[in-house]
């Protein structure tokens, strides 16, 4: 049974920053690729990040390109997401996803397993 568990959400203020992590049991983490994606108040679920399995190839929404990195340690079994510079529109649950293949994919679709979610609370 795949499990994941994300940690790190908060309340930040404008321009602050942020470390989320998700840790993940069960089955070959080092397989396949992940995600992050986010809800914010009142609108569907959206792409944030994706990186392969192993860790070579990332991908992010642009809204988020040059503050958000995505990481991975197959070693630990854990991925994890440094949030830079926050804007409050960046105020979402986030989770993170286990995708079924090792290549990245910004489709909801392409994950199969998904965390409960943190929630970040940016105030400006």
């Known amino acids: 049974q795949v499990q994941l568990e994300e940690s790190g959400g908060g309340l930040v203020q404008a321009g602050g920053s942020l470390r989320l992590s998700c840790a993940v049991s069960?089955?070959?983490?080092?397989?396949?690729?992940m995600g992050w994606f986010r809800q914010p108040p009142g609108k569907e679920r959206e792409f944030v990040a994706t990186?392969?399995?192993?860790?070579?190839?990332?991908d992010y929404a642009d809204s988020v390109k040059g503050r958000f990195t995505i990481s991975r340690d197959n070693a630990k079994n854990t991925v994890s997401m440094q949030m830079n510079n926050l804007k409050p529109e960046d105020t979402a649950v986030y989770y993170c996803?286990?995708?079924?293949?090792?290549?990245?994919?910004?489709?909801?679709?392409?994950?199969?397993?998904w965390g409960q979610g943190t929630q970040v609370t940016v105030s400006s």
């Open positions: 990186i392969s399995a192993s860790g070579r190839n990332t």
């Open positions: 069960g089955g070959t983490f080092s397989w396949y690729a």
């Open positions: 996803a286990r995708s079924s293949s090792n290549y990245i994919t910004f489709r909801p679709g392409g994950y199969n397993y």
